[in-house]
């Protein structure tokens, strides 16, 4: 049975359904609650389609008002929620940064309201590889090959910007109805670089033994353990021992005892992403993918990423910018991205940002009086009216301190 992301009546804690947010997203129904937040299926009013809407709600810190919208933070607990909230926060900005990844769910607007935090997302529909492992059973090579592939592509963007997911397992890969592979939960992404504390965060059998210290040398190699481990479990059905237990004494049962059927060069790739020791095992997702002899994406695909406003009034928000498509910015109603009728230094119709069908960015001043112009390396270029520039890298700057920028780049 497919576990599509359709909406049930809320219930308990959640917003009551036809509750409505910042004026824009209006809640029809439940998609889950866990721990540390309640999703809901909503509808974006302005745009006019379904997404995704994650609250902030840690069960056990909070509790819901007597208005069923207020989230009161329970004595004792300030400290902790806001330590939460930041992290919530976080979550969020990460994805807005590594916006138009392939195998990344897409996150448009991080916002407060109620005491709390939300961020709006891309609904998927289809269900995790748990789901699927349970209900159909093993998977064979062939069929997960690909799924791995994505899920390297995207680990390899991950890593070269300097972050680790720690927390790759089967709950936390979405494969979409559509054949689309996402990696979801980013609430446990930290920067490698520099860092030589991490939190504890452990999921046994897929958590390789560093990350059971609060010292352990933490990089790339930590996400190799992890989705090698989730390989041996998509294919053999069996969560590989414990870390800390095959340090002791490794009874790992070989992948090729297993599965005769996957090929050999596939189960010694897969035995030595899963070795217990740093030393011993893959240091990067290109190592891995080499051994495992899957072809890396021989181009990048068309970006179809998003626009993000850096600073200013809006920042914080992102909008999706197919090939093709054109946002128009300016104080004007029947703008894409409208700034209130009092804002200084902004016209009526101030720029627009478009993107070519083979998903080049340019920009053009639509005559505004205070101008629009590309900053950034070292320039700072302004737009004469009505003309189009390619951005190539920099990013849009307008009024007092509005600054645009090309997310998934």
Known sequence: MENKQTHTRTGGEALPAGTILLNRYRIDGLLGQGGFGITYVALDLQLQRPVALKELFPSGYVSRGSDLQTVCICPGKEESTA???????????????LQGLEGLVWVSHLFSQNNTAYYVMELLVGEDLSHKLR??????????????????????KIH????????????NIFLTRDGGVRLIDFGSVRSYQGSDHFTTL????????????????????????????????????????RATERRMHDTLIPLEQLCPNVPSQVCQAIR????????????????????????????????????????????????????????????SPDCHIVYPGNTVGISRYHCTI??????????????????TRLVGQGQSVPLAPQKWYRVNGLHVCFGGQEEFAETGR
Not at 83 to 94: D, S, T
Not at 315 to 331: H, T
């Open 202 to 241: 452990i999921k046994h059998g897929f958590a390789p033994w560093e990350q059971y210290l609060t010292k352990g040398n933490q990089g790339p190699w930590t996400d190799v353990f992890s989705l090698c481990a989730t390989a041996y479990f998509s294919l053999t059905g069996k969560c590989p021992p």
């Open 135 to 156: 209900t159909e059973g093993v998977m064979t090579w062939p069929r997960l090959m690909p799924i791995l592939a994505t899920l390297m592509n995207a680990l390899e």
């Open 160 to 171: 070269g910007a300097g972050l680790i997911h720690r927390d790759i397992s089967p709950d």
């Open 272 to 331: 030595k992403g899963l070795a217990v020791e740093i030393g011993d095992r893959f240091s990067s997702i290109d190592q891995l993918r080499k051994a495992l002899m899957v072809p890396a994406p021989a181009s990048p695909p068309p970006v179809r990423g998003a626009v993000v406003c850096l600073r200013g009034m809006l920042a914080g928000k992102s909008w999706m910018l197919p090939p093709g498509g054109v946002l128009r910015i300016g104080r």
């Open 354 to 371: 478009g993107r070519t069908p083979d998903g080049i960015l340019l920009v053009r001043d639509d005559g505004s009086s205070c101008g």
């Open 83 to 97: 330590h939460l909230r930041m992290r919530f926060e976080q979550e969020a900005q990460i994805l807005m940064r």
